[in-house]
Antibody, heavy 118, light 111 residues
């Protein structure tokens, strides 16, 4: 079964850090671009980061650029999101999603919740 | 404020057809045939239902169809079923400045 499982969410104070993980199974992870998409409570979806399968081409949305870092470990079939200098507006469910051909997010994880609050 | 504009809500009766619009600009929808649509039930992850404007992934009902004209993309659901009640989001590639942008979402109510 093709599956993505996120972990690492939690409650963190403003200015703090968290590292999210997304473990992939059921497909050849190393050949796929992966992304992170978030959804604030009661709000819509927001694409935030992208990492290509090889050469590690990386993109960020302006809202997280300079604070978040995406990475991947193809030996562990995992993609990560290091989140620093967290703000209240970063409170959201964070989904990792597979991104074949860069035309659509075809497989999504169940999400992990990040709450930034004092 | 979302980059793409969708109606906040639409409704229809079982068996009817509805269309959800997604309006962008010449920098996103108008420039690329990279529009996708996602269905999200409450408390669940989004599910891809349309990619590249009008293509359906394997396993998605042919009651779902997509189209594009100019800067506006549309999702049509025919033969509405109760289980179609969900939030629907459009997404488009927007070039190297904004990359991928979503609409604000449309809540579909099946009466």
């Amino acid at each position: 079964e093709v599956q993505l499982v996120e972990s690492g969410g939690g409650l963190v104070q403003p200015g703090g850090s968290l590292r999210l993980s997304c473990a992939a199974s059921g497909f050849a992870f190393n050949i796929y671009t992966m992304t992170w998409v978030r959804q604030a409570p009661g709000k819509g979806l927001e694409w935030i980061s992208y990492i290509s399968s090889i050469y590690n081409t990386i993109y960020y949305a302006d809202s997280v650029k300079g604070r978040f870092t995406i990475s991947r470990d193809n030996t562990k079939n995992s993609v990560f999101l290091q989140m620093d200098s967290l703000r209240a507006e970063d409170t959201a469910i964070y989904y990792c999603a597979r991104f074949p051909r860069q035309d659509a997010f075809d497989i999504w994880g169940q999400g992990t919740t990040v709450t930034v609050s004092s | 404020q979302s980059a793409l504009t969708q109606p906040a809500s639409v409704s229809g009766s079982p068996g009817q057809s509805i269309t959800i619009s997604c309006t962008g600009t010449s920098s996103d929808i108008g420039s690329y045939n990279l529009v996708s649509w996602y269905q999200q039930h409450p408390g669940k992850a989004p599910k891809l239902i349309i990619y590249e404007v009008s293509e359906r992934p394997s396993g998605v009902s042919n009651r779902f169809s997509g189209s594009k004209s100019g800067n506006t993309a549309s999702l049509t659901i025919s033969g509405l079923q109760v289980e179609d009640e969900a939030d629907y989001y459009c997404c488009s590639y927007a070039g190297r400045s904004a990359f991928w942008v979503f609409g604000g979402g449309t809540k579909l109510t099946v009466l």
